[in-house]
Antibody
């Protein structure tokens, strides 16, 4: 069964750090680009970051650039999001999602659809 | 305000047809980048509904269809059912702003 399971969310004070994890199963994790997408309470979806299948390419939304770092460990089938200098506006449900196309060229990295989503993990930034 | 503009809400009676628009510009949809659509039922994660403008993943009913023309795309739902009540999002790529989602449209089945 193809599945993504996020963990690591919680309540954190402004300025502190948190690391999210996303465990993948049921597919060849190392073949797919992976994304983080977030959704603030009552709001729409916001793309956060993408990492290529081999970790060699990473891109971020302007709102998190310089504060968040996406990474992956293909030997553990796990995606990560290191979030530093957290702000109140980072409060959201964070979803990991799989890019739908197996693509070694990188062309689809930011053009692709997200075909598998995790259930999400809530991050609350509050003092 | 999202770069991809969707109506905040649409509604329809069971059995009817509704459409949801997604309006972009020459730097995203108009530049030829694909549009994808997602359905988010209350309290759940988004689900891919349409990819590559008009393609349905396996398991998505053919009541759902997508199209694209110029700087806009549309999602059509025919034979509306109560279970279709959800939020719908379009997604595309922008040459300057990277991955974009529309603001979302809440579908109410009357």
């Amino acid at each position: 069964q193809v599945q993504l399971v996020e963990s690591g969310g919680g309540v954190v004070q402004p300025g502190r750090s948190l690391r999210l994890s996303c465990a993948a199963s049921g597919f060849t994790f190392s073949s797919y680009a992976m994304h983080w997408v977030r959704q603030a309470p009552g709001k729409g979806l916001e793309w956060v970051a993408v990492i290529s299948y081999d970790g060699s390419n990473k891109y971020y939304a302007d709102s998190v650039k310089g504060r968040f770092t996406i990474s992956r460990d293909n030997s553990k089938n796990t995606l990560y999001l290191q979030m530093n200098s957290l702000r109140a506006e980072d409060t959201a449900v964070y979803y990991c999602a799989r890019g739908s196309t197996v693509d070694s060229s990188g062309y689809y990295l930011k053009r692709d659809a997200f075909d598998i989503w995790g259930q999400g993990t809530m991050v609350t930034v509050s003092s | 305000q999202s770069v991809l503009t969707q109506p905040p809400s649409v509604s329809g009676a069971p059995g009817q047809r509704v459409t949801i628009s997604c309006t972009g510009s020459s730097s995203n949809i108009g530049a030829g980048y694909d549009v994808h659509w997602y359905q988010q039922l209350p309290g759940t994660a988004p689900k891919l509904l349409i990819y590559g403008n008009s393609n349905r993943p396996s398991g998505v009913p053919d009541r759902f269809s997508g199209s694209k023309s110029g700087t806009s795309a549309s999602l059509a739902i025919t034979g509306l059912q109560a279970e279709d009540e959800a939020d719908y999002y379009c997604q595309s790529y922008d040459s300057s702003l990277s991955v974009l989602f529309g603001g979302g449209t809440k579908l109410t089945v009357l």
